[in-house]
């Protein structure tokens, strides 16, 4: 099993970055594909990124492409999402996710997950 601790979030400016971190413990951590989603008030939890177990693959959501960057670092247990020319409609609490695929773009496809930090963006 994995668990996993998201750090990195906090208030911005529209045009700021964030670098948003998760960090792994457990010994399983380079088995999973990884994912960070985000869930805004009233709205449902919705995909944002992925990556493959080995670093080699990345997917994002149309609307992240070319402002976001998922990476990741096995030997340190960690998942990082660089997010750049935020917007205020990336305001949400963002969560890390682990589970079989990269590939799965849905929320139920991941079985374990972080508690979630905050994004505030600022128009």
């Known amino acids: 099993q994995v668990q996993l601790v998201e750090s990195g979030g906090g208030l911005v400016q529209a045009g700021g970055s964030l670098r948003l971190s998760c960090a792994a413990s457990?010994?399983?951590?380079?088995?999973?594909?990884m994912g960070w989603f985000r869930q805004a008030p009233g709205k449902e939890r919705e995909f944002v990124a992925s990556?493959?177990?080995?670093?080699?693959?990345?997917y994002y959501a149309n609307s992240m492409k070319g402002r976001f960057t998922i990476s990741r670092d096995n030997a340190k247990n960690t998942v990082v999402l660089q997010m750049n020319s935020l917007k205020a409609e990336d305001t949400a609490v963002y969560y890390c996710?682990?589970?079989?695929?990269?590939?799965?773009?849905?929320?139920?496809?991941?079985?374990?997950w972080g508690q979630g930090t905050q994004v505030a963006v600022s128009s």
């Open positions: 996710a682990a589970g079989p695929s990269a590939v799965a773009q849905s929320a139920q496809a991941y079985h374990t």
């Open positions: 990556i493959t177990w080995s670093g080699g693959t990345t």
């Open positions: 457990g010994r399983t951590f380079s088995y999973y594909a």
